[in-house]
C-alpha cells in the first residue's frame, strides 16, 4: 500500500518593523530579539518564535520568513498530512 504524504502551506503576515537580514536566524534563540539594546522600543521576552519553532519542529513542519525592514514580515509554515 502507498501513503501519500501532502503538505499545506500557511502562513502569519505582520504590518511591523520588519526584521533584518542578519538578524533572521538569532530571532528564533531563546530570550532574543532583533533589538537587544536597554533602550529598545518594543517589549517581548523573545520567547513566542523560540517557541513556536520547537513546535514545529516536532510535528515535522518547515517554515521560513521573508521580512522587509520597515515594512512587515510573514511567517511560513508548512504541515505535513496523510492523504488516507
Not at 8 to 34: P, T
Request: aromatic residues 14%; contains cysteine; proline residues 1%.
Amino acid at each position: 500500500m502507498t501513503t501519500f504524504c501532502r503538505r499545506s502551506e500557511f502562513f502569519v503576515k505582520d504590518s511591523g518593523i520588519g526584521i533584518a537580514e542578519d538578524a533572521r536566524d538569532l530571532i528564533f534563540e531563546r530570550f532574543m530579539q532583533e533589538d537587544i539594546s536597554a533602550t529598545r522600543a518594543f517589549d517581548g521576552s523573545g520567547l513566542g518564535l523560540s517557541i513556536i519553532k520547537g513546535i514545529l519542529k516536532l510535528i515535522r513542519a518547515t517554515f521560513r520568513l521573508e521580512s522587509v525592514k520597515g515594512e512587515g514580515t510573514s511567517f511560513y509554515f508548512s504541515l505535513p498530512f496523510n492523504s488516507n
